[in-house]
């Protein structure tokens, strides 16, 4: 039975520069931090999540129909006096932010309809390139209990690249699998945390008021890291992003202000297991898997010389020849060459990608001839065979 190779984690490539804090990784840094994003080495980290204070403006408690006490989050760590205090504030740490991703880094930042306007337009204002914006729908989200306005029930996440020109990361492949080979769109659907979830203190109080659901980050670090990475979050609170970073392999590193979070975090991140390297192993993205030249499938008598090509509706063939080019005309021209030129020229298109335009039979059935291209891909990455 072949064995499928295993994926070792790769070395982050983040560059890092002289710094006045070292870069420990699989740590939480206890301080503020715009100071300690400004201490660590420039170009350190290759993913950024940030869950920032909200800025709630809330005026009083808030009570439900049986005149129980919200939950409401109140704390000192959410204030702000003016939307001018919070936007030098959001500006200082995204500033710092954004010096400590690698040019192809990648960030996320989450937030409510009370600050992820004003954060959106501070991001473009700094460079930042606005990927998605992604709607965490809430299944099970607080009911308006004053019946005064839409039951709020979602949070609004902004991708972005740390630059127009960044390559940033987004394992597509990887995202359409786990949606049963439907494109992910930028409607989430996640239940907010609750239950066995949700982080207590030791006298069985909720641990952090906004606690985000392990689901979540679940799918953030999936979509757009790899095992290996090092992922910061500023605003580390209980430590989902450390616990689910742990788990999937990446390495985190995590800043909070207070000493009561962090306690809870570590014991958190702590009892997390991480995954085995096996099943770490996911859908690698088309463009990293190894180079399959179509004259490869000819040598390997996958294609014999001379076969017949044909699109996907059968109107059109394609005769190979024993060089890997095809042949083929429109009545009027011939055209000979690459089965990507070929497929480009007989559409009148600017390009094609021939391995899904041009198809072969099999028994009965026509294939994309990227199909024996993904044979030759898995017979390379067998490296182990068990008689
Ligand atoms: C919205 S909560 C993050 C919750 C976290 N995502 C979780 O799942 O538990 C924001 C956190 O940022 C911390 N914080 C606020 N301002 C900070 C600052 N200037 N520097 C460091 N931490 C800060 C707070 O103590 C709080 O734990």
Same mark, same amino acid.
């Given at each position: !039975?072949?064995?499928?190779?295993?994926?070792?984690?790769?070395?982050? =490539?983040?560059?890092?520069?002289?710094?006045?804090?070292?870069?420990?990784?699989?740590?939480?840094?206890?301080?503020?931090?715009?100071?300690?994003?400004?201490?660590?080495?420039?170009?350190?980290? #290759?993913?950024?999540?940030?869950?920032?204070?909200?800025?709630?403006?809330? +005026?009083?408690?808030?009570?439900?129909? #049986?005149?129980?006490?919200?939950?409401?989050?109140?704390?000192?760590?959410?204030?702000?006096?003016?939307?001018?205090?919070?936007?030098?504030?959001?500006?200082?740490?995204?500033?710092?932010?954004?010096?400590?991703?690698?040019?192809?880094?990648?960030?996320?930042?989450?937030?409510?309809?009370?600050?992820?306007?004003?954060?959106?337009?501070?991001?473009?204002?700094?460079?930042?390139?606005?990927?998605?914006?992604?709607?965490?729908?809430?299944?099970?989200?607080?009911?308006?209990?004053?019946?005064?306005?839409? =039951?709020?029930?979602?949070?609004?996440?902004?991708?972005?690249?740390?630059?127009? *020109?960044?390559?940033?990361?987004?394992?597509?492949?990887?995202?359409?699998? !786990?949606?049963?080979?439907?494109?992910?769109?930028?409607?989430? =659907?996640?239940?907010?945390?609750?239950?066995?979830?949700?982080?207590?203190?030791?006298?069985?109080? +909720?641990?952090?008021?906004?606690?985000?659901?392990?689901?979540?980050?679940?799918?953030?670090?999936?979509? =757009?890291?790899?095992?290996?990475?090092?992922?910061?979050?500023?605003?580390?609170?209980?430590?989902?992003?450390?616990?689910?970073? +742990?788990?999937?392999?990446?390495?985190?590193?995590?800043?909070?202000?207070?000493? @009561?979070?962090?306690?809870?975090? *570590?014991?958190?991140?702590?009892?997390?297991?991480?995954?085995?390297?096996?099943?770490?192993?996911? !859908?690698?993205?088309?463009?990293?898997?190894?180079?399959?030249?179509?004259?490869?499938?000819?040598?390997?008598?996958?294609?014999?010389?001379?076969?017949?090509?044909?699109?996907?509706?059968?109107?059109?063939?394609?005769?190979?020849?024993?060089?890997? @080019?095809?042949?083929?005309?429109?009545?009027?021209?011939?055209?000979?060459?690459?089965?990507? *030129?070929?497929?480009?020229?007989?559409?009148?298109?600017?390009?094609?990608?021939?391995?899904?335009?041009?198809?072969?039979?099999?028994?009965?059935?026509?294939?994309?001839?990227?199909?024996?291209?993904?044979?030759?891909?898995?017979? !390379?990455?067998?490296?182990?065979?068990?008689?």
């Amino acid at each position: !039975m072949p064995v499928k190779k295993s994926v070792t984690p790769k070395k982050s =490539t983040a560059k890092s520069t002289k710094s006045a804090l070292e870069l420990k990784t699989n740590h939480i840094y206890q301080g503020d931090c715009i100071e300690i994003m400004k201490s660590l080495p420039k170009g350190s980290v #290759d993913m950024i999540f940030a869950d920032p204070p909200y800025n709630l403006q809330l +005026k009083g408690d808030l009570h439900r129909p #049986d005149n129980s006490k919200v939950d409401a989050v109140d704390d000192a760590w959410d204030q702000f006096s003016s939307y001018k205090e919070y936007d030098q504030f959001t500006r200082e740490w995204l500033t710092a932010a954004r010096d400590l991703l690698t040019d192809d880094g990648g960030m996320w930042v989450i937030g409510s309809y009370h600050n992820i306007f004003r954060v959106g337009a501070i991001l473009q204002d700094l460079g930042f390139w606005i990927l998605n914006d992604i709607v965490w729908r809430k299944s099970n989200p607080m009911p308006n209990f004053r019946g005064r306005r839409f =039951t709020n029930a979602h949070e609004t996440l902004i991708w972005v690249a740390k630059s127009e *020109k960044s390559k940033y990361r987004f394992n597509y492949e990887a995202m359409k699998t !786990m949606n049963d080979d439907i494109q992910m769109r930028s409607d989430w =659907t996640i239940p907010i945390c609750n239950g066995g979830e949700r982080i207590k203190t030791d006298d069985g109080e +909720k641990g952090h008021a906004t606690q985000k659901p392990e689901a979540l980050l679940y799918r953030v670090l999936t979509a =757009t890291t790899q095992p290996g990475d090092i992922v910061l979050d500023p605003f580390f609170g209980s430590g989902t992003t450390g616990a689910v970073a +742990k788990k999937l392999g990446r390495k985190f590193i995590g800043i909070d202000r207070e000493d @009561s979070y962090i306690k809870l975090a *570590k014991k958190r991140i702590a009892a997390a297991e991480p995954l085995s390297e096996e099943a770490l192993h996911g !859908m690698t993205a088309k463009r990293e898997e190894p180079r399959v030249p179509f004259g490869w499938l000819i040598e390997r008598g996958l294609i014999q010389p001379g076969a017949t090509l044909t699109d996907s509706k059968n109107k059109i063939e394609a005769k190979v020849a024993s060089d890997g @080019s095809v042949v083929t005309n429109d009545g009027t021209n011939q055209y000979k060459g690459s089965i990507h *030129k070929v497929g480009a020229a007989i559409q009148s298109a600017p390009s094609c990608n021939g391995w899904t335009y041009w198809h072969y039979t099999d028994g009965k059935n026509s294939f994309p001839i990227d199909r024996l291209r993904q044979r030759v891909r898995d017979e !390379m990455n067998v490296n182990t065979v068990i008689q």
